[in-house]
T-cell receptor
Framework: NAGVTQTPKFQVLKTGQSMTLQCAQDMNHNSMYWYRQDPGMGLRLIYYSASEGTTDKGEVPNGYNVSRLNKREFSLRLESAAPSQTSVYFC???????????FGSGTRLTVV | GDSVTQMEGPVTLSEEACLTINCTYTATGYPSLFWYVQYPGEGLQLLLKATKADDKGSNKGFEATYRKETTSFHLEKGSVQVSDSAVYFCAVNTGGFKTIFGAGTRLFVKA
């Protein structure tokens, strides 16, 4: 029972480089989310996908793009990384927000 | 807008001590309330939840009661263990696709 799988677990980028964070869930959930976690700020929503084929901006979408490839997969892309994007990124999925979320183990990204 | 405020940490306790982590929220309508736990190097895990006023969520010895009159959802445990050392997040969802998380409270339990 894998749940939510994120890759990679760690990544170091140079300013201006691009990369895609991958996320896949095997629970047949409709909704998927990308959060970033920064010290003292809790989790902030970057983008979410209510269902396959739809995506919407969250609280901090600038500098990011997403793709809901199919029901299982939801990727996050940084087109031109900046040091301010150094963070831990979490993907989550849910079958309705009131049921709570299942989180992946995170990607620790450092932009130098 | 919706918001969650939880007590700042870190909280340091001795094993078998009582734990209370305060959480208050601001939200319209009838939100659902959650506590998540994050162990070192891991993602968040749902610990417990409550979906309506006066409901009590419980799991692994932890409890929290949905108090609409005080807009609070404080996390309690009667006797903590070293293995409870983690970061605890309070969260609120008003029925849409956005859950708001508190800043987290780090708990250290000493043997």
């Amino acid at each position: 029972n894998a749940g939510v799988t994120q890759t990679p677990k760690f990544q170091v980028l140079k300013t201006g480089q691009s990369m895609t964070l991958q996320c896949a869930q095997d629970m047949n959930h409709n909704s998927m989310y990308w959060y970033r976690q920064d010290p003292g700020m809790g989790l902030r929503l970057i983008y979410y996908s209510a269902s396959e084929g739809t995506t919407d901006k969250g609280e901090v979408p600038n500098g990011y793009n997403v793709s809901r490839l199919n029901k299982r997969e939801f990727s996050l892309r940084l087109e031109s990384a900046a040091p301010s994007q150094t963070s831990v990124y979490f993907c989550a999925s849910s079958e309705g927000g009131v049921r709570g979320y299942t989180f992946g183990s995170g990607t620790r990204l450092t932009v130098v | 807008g919706d918001s969650v405020t939880q007590m700042e940490g870190p909280v340091t306790l001795s094993e078998e001590a009582c734990l209370t982590i305060n959480c208050t929220y601001t939200a319209t309508g009838y939100p659902s309330l959650f506590w998540y736990v994050q162990y070192p190097g891991e993602g968040l895990q749902l610990l417990l939840k409550a979906t309506k006023a006066d409901d009590k969520g419980s799991n692994k010895g932890f409890e929290a009661t949905y108090r609409k009159e005080t807009t609070s959802f404080h996390l309690e445990k009667g006797s903590v263990q070293v293995s409870d050392s983690a970061v605890y997040f309070c969260a609120v969802n008003t029925g849409g696709f956005k859950t708001i998380f508190g800043a987290g409270t780090r708990l250290f339990v000493k043997a």
